[in-house]
């Protein structure tokens, strides 16, 4: 994101574990998302392959981090084949954005909720294909927000939510 992406932008993010956090700083728009696609096949980074890690921790015990992911308001972006873990609050953190898709990816989070998706922008988030493993008696899935947000259009679908007391909480959305 610090080279910035532009509507329609793919990006392919080679095997390692990158210890740092993902601010969202850019919108897609419809017709041209900005993907994010983990390579661990390797095809089109190293050759090789092999996990495509975010963690919120720099010693990969100790979570330093909130979020692996975060946006605000952020629209059209689209995060694939990922594994996201040990961050001190929401793994990854979508806030008003409207358009996202996580697909593939394996979120785990000990502290908090895996995902939250919260504001009253939220519309069309679309959660596909994740493993998503909660801890401390957290939600593996929240859509929240302070008052009612109605008609947001939300999908998940072909996940496994383990190790949570509430695999998908909807606090007043629609």
């Known amino acids: 994101e610090d080279v910035p992406v532009v509507a329609g932008d793919t990006v392919y993010v ?3 574990t990158y210890r740092e956090l993902l601010t969202v ?3 897609g728009t419809a017709g041209n998302p900005i993907t994010y696609i983990g390579d661990y096949l390797g095809t089109f980074t190293d050759g090789v392959g092999g996990v495509v890690r975010i963690t919120g ?7 330093t981090r909130a979020n692996a992911i975060t946006a605000t308001t952020k629209n059209y972006r689209t995060f694939r084949g ?3 873990d040990t961050t001190t609050s929401t793994t990854v953190n979508q806030n008003g954005g409207t358009d996202w898709i996580i697909d593939q990816c394996f979120v785990v989070n000990s502290a908090s909720c895996p995902i939250t998706v919260a504001g009253s922008g939220q519309l069309r988030t679309t959660i596909s294909n994740c493993v998503l493993f909660g801890g401390g008696g957290a ?11 109605d008609n947001t259009a939300h999908e998940v679908n072909n996940c496994l939510i383990q190790s949570v007391n509430t695999g998908i909480r909807d ?3 629609g």
């Open 25 to 27: 700083d850019v919108s």
């Open 82 to 84: 990922f594994h996201m």
């Open 171 to 173: 606090d007043r959305i």
């Open 139 to 149: 939600n593996g899935i929240i859509f929240t927000h302070t008052s009612v947000v």
């Open 14 to 16: 080679g095997p390692g």
């Open 57 to 63: 921790s720099d010693n990969d015990q100790t979570a």
